[in-house]
């Protein structure tokens, strides 16, 4: 059996993976470092990969800052996830079909997070994104095994 691709291209502005436009100024950085600790939390694990191949099938993990505020002293951010099925599923356009045509993995309770760190600006805010992702990204692996396993 081939490895479970993970999709971690953000290069697509009208799909974003990566989404920080709540970090203003240092939106950039925070979506680098986010594909940054999805692309190293799976590089050691033989079942998953990150490297595309010819008709793969895997998953995009979708993150978001949802809320940012960067104080005088210090830093919080909230993220939160989603797991969509790749590749996307394809329908036709009728009435039924939605915007979407991404088939979302359903994961127990909240997938998201929220960190504070010290400081402010650019390392601050790598920082707190950095504390979050390393804490949500190995729960999705158990719930991508399983929904592999059904498809």
Same mark, same amino acid.
């Given at each position: !059996?081939p ?10 502005? $009208?799909?974003k993976i990566?989404?920080a ?5 240092? !939106?950039?950085?925070?979506e680098?470092? !986010?594909?940054?600790?999805?692309v ?6 033989p079942d ?9 099938k ?18 919080s951010?909230?993220?939160s ?9 394809t ?8 915007k979407s045509d ?8 909240n997938w998201?997070?929220?960190? $504070? ?10 920082d ?5 992702m ?9 719930? !991508? ?7």
């Amino acid at each position: !059996m081939p490895p479970v691709f993970i999709n971690t291209d953000n290069n697509d502005k $009208t799909k974003k993976i990566y989404i920080a436009n709540a970090a203003g100024e240092v !939106m950039t950085d925070a979506e680098e470092k !986010m594909k940054e600790i999805v692309v190293k939390a799976f590089e050691k694990i033989p079942d998953f990969t990150t490297i595309r191949f010819d008709n793969a099938k895997g998953y995009t993990l979708v993150f978001k800052v949802t809320k940012f505020n960067a104080g005088d002293h210090e830093t919080s951010c909230t993220i939160s996830g989603q797991i969509l099925q790749y590749p996307s599923v394809t329908y036709s356009k009728s009435k039924q079909s939605s915007k979407s045509d991404a088939v979302m993995v359903m994961i127990a309770g909240n997938w998201s997070g929220s960190a $504070t760190a010290t400081g402010r600006g650019k390392n601050a805010m790598i920082d707190c994104v950095e504390a979050i992702m390393e804490g949500i990204v190995p729960k999705s692996i158990p719930v !991508m095994r399983s929904d592999m396993m059904r498809r």
